[in-house]
């Protein structure tokens, strides 16, 4: 508001005779009735000083809210399209695994195994498995069983002759006699009875084999599930049971022998190498082959005056699970080996649960052995 002529005469008379003419009081009633009151300046502050608190404050509220709800979009956007992918990828691999199931099944006939294997440029002569006991239902056991019998009889059909069996609680070790008469028999079932049944042999790292000599004198049987015309002849196959104690312990067992034979001078350090290493550990699954009663009693056999023995280290390891888990295999037996992974059959991809042993894996997996190109570093 500004001054009206009266005051601002006043106002400059007193500025020129520099305040004598009005008195304090007066200058200040003056200046009054063109000042605001204080109310209104206080009012004014506050609404001056508060609103950007407000619109700050309103702001922090927004943004951590936007950015939250982006992301739970996103992360929702992100789980639903994998999800989506993943149940097609299920459904598919289902498809062709029963498609496979249906078109090649061996109904237990050696015939049918070998005719789906022809074709192939090679087969492994050591394969291995690894398989898992589940201790949480009544016939955990029996199931075990019942497919290491299974992988030993599409073996023997295959003309694989050494099979190994990883099972990591070394369970199989305890039920030797056991399994070597459930294997027995389904090779009979699968064979016929003996002589067309295959030379079984069953063994275990610091265990007794157990290689019964079959009586060359029994006549063979005709049985409805084998072909005559393509039974095979001198089958012999070797069962070998692992567990995890032979992987890590076996390495602390041999450190700790040399060390002791290094210490009673039995032993120079210098003489300990690589070599030496490697040939004891690989001891563990060195099987003597066989192909006649007497190397199969004896454990050994002569060519040419020199004992031979199938590989110590899988040509190919099938792993029954979702996913790779050697879950404690000897590290040092599978340097070179081809590894091949079954997948998911069941819709478990936590590997929580046991994969089913089924022959349309087993047959997958030579497949697969016989496709891959081995560069052995190179």
């Not at 008195?23 to 004014?44: D, G, M």
């Not at 059909?157 to 459930?182: C, D, F, T």
């Not at 350090?269 to 004891?280: A, G, M, R, S």
């Not at 478990?348 to 560069?375: H, K, P």
């Amino acid at each position: 508001m500004p001054f009206n002529e009266e005051d601002t005469r006043f106002y400059r008379q007193d500025v020129e005779t520099k305040g004598h003419t009005m008195s304090t009081e007066e200058r200040r009633q003056l200046l009054e009735r063109y000042l605001p009151k204080p109310s209104n300046v206080q009012s004014a502050r506050k609404s001056t000083t508060t609103s950007p608190k407000r619109k700050s404050r309103h702001r922090r509220r927004i943004r951590p809210f936007l950015k939250q709800t982006l992301h739970l979009l996103l992360y929702l956007t992100i789980q639903f399209v994998f999800g989506v992918y993943i149940r097609i990828r299920q459904i598919i691999s289902a498809l062709f695994q029963k498609y496979i199931a249906i078109r090649h099944y061996h109904h237990r006939t050696p015939a049918y195994i070998q005719k789906d294997l022809k074709n192939l440029s090679r087969l492994p002569e050591h394969l291995s498995v690894i398989l898992k006991y589940d201790s949480s239902t009544d016939d955990g056991l029996e199931t075990l069983l019942d497919e290491v019998a299974e992988l030993s009889a599409w073996s023997a059909a295959a003309g694989i002759p050494l099979l190994s069996v990883y099972e990591k609680s070394g369970i199989l070790k305890q039920y030797m006699s056991a399994l070597h008469e459930i294997v027995q028999q389904k090779l009979v079932l699968y064979f016929g009875a003996p002589p067309s049944t295959p030379t079984l042999r069953v063994l275990a790292p610091n265990h007794p084999s157990l290689s019964p000599i079959p009586s060359p004198t029994i006549p063979a049987q005709t049985n409805g599930t084998t072909n005559g015309n393509h039974r095979p002849t001198n089958i012999s196959l070797n069962l070998l049971l692992l567990s995890e104690s032979d992987g890590r312990a076996t390495l602390v067992d041999l450190t700790r022998t040399l060390a002791e034979m290094a210490q009673a001078h039995k032993l120079r350090p210098k003489d300990i190498t690589q070599d030496l290493i490697d040939t004891e550990i690989t001891a563990t699954t060195s099987i003597p082959a066989l192909s006649s009663p007497t190397a199969l009693a004896n454990g050994t056999l002569k060519r040419n005056g020199t004992s031979s023995s199938v590989p110590s280290e899988p040509d190919l390891l099938i792993v029954f699970a979702p996913y790779i888990k050697l879950d404690g295999y000897p590290p040092w037996q599978i340097r070179l080996t081809e590894i091949f992974c079954v997948g998911d059959s069941g819709g478990d991809v936590s590997g929580r649960l046991r994969t089913r042993v089924e022959y349309q894996g087993f047959l997958r997996a030579l497949w697969n052995f016989a496709g891959a190109e081995f560069r052995f570093g190179r």
